[in-house]
């Protein structure tokens, strides 16, 4: 029983020094990968910088593409106004034509 113990003893020896091993090969592990950890999340910094202003951009293009949507509009409209203008002097320039024959 003493050399059944003894062999116990050895055998949980032997496995607390494999988990020691395995702790310490974590520990390096870890020790190794904090700075690709850091360098990972000051890329994603930098990507959700880069999307905020990607985000301002297309906002400003957006109400830029509506003040050129306001001014199409308006010059649309004002078209219309020179072209009812300009029959309106064909009218009167038909009407003066014909006044002056008449003469």
Known sequence: MAEQSKNTANEIKELALNNLKATENSNTIIV???????????????????????????????????????ASQSNSAASEELAASSDGLKKQVSELKEFILNF
């Not at 360098?39 to 880069?50: C, N, P």
């Not at 297309?58 to 593409?65: A, G, L, N, Y």
């Open 32 to 70: 190794e990968m904090i700075p690709e950890l850091l360098k990972t999340a000051g890329l994603v910094q930098e990507i959700s910088s880069a999307s905020q202003e990607q985000k301002k951009g297309m906002e400003q293009i957006s109400i830029t593409m509506e003040q050129i949507n306001q």
